[in-house]
């Protein structure tokens, strides 16, 4: 068994993993409080101690942090150790305007590539792999991340970073990549590009771990037949530490929490209360060994459930399915809930690619939305007729998924930008907020 996948740690008892739970929570708090002025006052405010915090159970107590406490303490009000102790800056693009820096120790890069390494070594990496990394490097912790974990597993590691897909293909070829990682919307396109070269026979890939960007279980089974591989979901968020807070084994039914390092909780967006295991509801992450950035109850915005029902993996760490939209990526369309993951799965169903865009507007006081599909290269020579029947048919099954009437709109092939890091799938004219 190679070193980092961690058995001792990965399939410990549910009695040991609360103890270390516990125990570094009462830590974190302590640490946090001392250190943390923009967090001390608000547990002060709360009438909250780190005395009153003595496991667990106990977390309920404390104040969440959410994404407008980040923008408020920009860039340093939430570092909890000197500067010069800390090694590495990561960031989001910030392209909502929502810029969050986060900040770590050689210590907490060090745990958050275990964690890389674990989730490698879940998808059956091992040192005579050759991992190919074609997630951004840089700012954003997908390469950075990803490519810590494959030097721990000691595979050969191969930091492309994204873009240039004709060098990525002749680098997998060459060299005989055998695990790629990149968002699952890249993955779809290398795929295509690897076809229309007639290459697929040349590459050697036997697993991909992708994540960063929702994904259905409709483009997993898409892209594992055009690639010919597994492929492996892997979620994490900058502020918890980038990839790797949760990854996907064998059994691909979900992601295990590395709870040794990572409190998950799920609560109701709109009362912040907490809700049992198997409820639906917004991801709340507590960091209990970060030194650097260490969130407590960091309000995610991320839709999912938790479950700790026995994983053939033999993993005990908790699992969390794949985020089901963003509580604040959710479109509210006439009123309705909409996810773009709901649209994408009825596209995928009825034959179509994973190129789409979603715009959303309003015209006379009243929401439009309208599906922008690539057709296949086989359902372009279609005659007017059968387009509009296809049309039709989208429609009518868009509208049994949302409830809701959805416009369709049929593009040539290739008409829909593709990306080389999270794709943009949502276009929201509307100017809400
Ligand atoms: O996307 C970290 C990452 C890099 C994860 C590479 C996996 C692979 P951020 O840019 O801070 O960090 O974006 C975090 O992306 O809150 C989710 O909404 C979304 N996300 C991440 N992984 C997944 C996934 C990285 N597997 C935000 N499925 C998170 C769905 C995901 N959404």
């Not at 596209?347 to 690539?374: H, P």
Request: net charge negative.
């Amino acid at each position: 068994m190679e070193h980092y996948y961690q058995p001792e740690i990965e399939c410990a008892s549910r009695e040991q993993i609360k103890a270390w739970q516990d125990e570094r929570l009462v830590k974190q708090v302590k640490h946090v409080y001392d250190n943390v002025p923009y967090y001390r006052k608000k547990m002060d405010e709360k009438g909250v101690t780190p005395s009153d915090i003595r496991s667990t159970e106990d977390l309920h107590k404390l104040p969440f942090i959410t994404k407008e406490d980040l923008r408020e303490a920009y860039p340093y009000g939430l570092v909890a150790v000197p500067l010069g102790d800390c090694v590495r800056i990561q960031s989001t693009s910030g392209t909502t305007g929502r810029r969050v820096v986060a900040f770590y120790t050689q210590h907490d890069l060090d745990l958050w590539e275990d964690c890389c390494a674990r989730a490698i070594m879940a998808a059956g990496g091992t040192k005579e792999d050759v991992v190919h990394v074609s997630y951004g490097y840089g700012l954003f912790t997908g390469g950075p991340g990803l490519n810590g974990g494959s030097h721990k597993v000691g595979s050969l590691t191969l930091p492309m970073s994204s873009g240039n897909t004709d060098r990525q293909i002749q680098f997998m070829t060459d060299l005989g990549s055998t695990i790629l990682c990149c968002t699952p919307s890249y993955a779809a396109y290398l795929a295509e590009c690897i076809h229309e070269k007639g290459m697929q026979d040349e590459i050697k890939l036997k697993a991909g771990i992708f994540g960063a960007e929702a994904w259905t279980e409709e483009m997993r089974q898409d892209i594992q037949k055009s690639l010919g591989i597994k492929a492996y979901d892997i979620y994490g968020l900058t502020e918890i530490s980038g990839p790797g807070v949760s990854f996907e084994c064998s059994s691909q039914s979900g992601m295990h929490i590395n709870e040794d390092h990572f409190i998950a909780e799920i609560i109701n967006p709109v009362t912040g209360e907490v809700l049992p295991e198997g409820e639906k509801g917004e991801l709340v992450f507590t960091s209990i060994t970060k030194e650097a950035f260490p969130l407590l109850r960091y309000r995610t915005r991320d839709i999912c459930v938790l479950s700790r029902e026995k994983c053939s993996c033999g993993r005990t760490h908790v699992k969390m399915t794949k985020p089901m939209g963003r509580s604040d990526d959710m479109l509210i369309v006439k009123g309705v809930n909409v996810f773009p993951s709901q649209i994408e799965t009825v596209l995928l169903n009825k034959g179509y690619a994973a190129n789409y865009q979603i715009v959303v507007d309003r015209v006379n006081n009243s929401d439009t939305i309208e599906v922008q599909v690539e057709m296949t290269p086989e359902m372009f020579s279609d005659s007017l007729s059968q387009m509009a029947e296809r049309e039709k048919e989208l429609i009518g099954a868009l509208k049994a998924m949302l409830g809701i009437y959805a416009k369709v709109k049929l593009v040539a092939p290739k008409t829909i930008a593709r990306s080389e890091g999270k794709a943009k799938r949502v276009i929201d004219k509307r100017n809400l907020y």
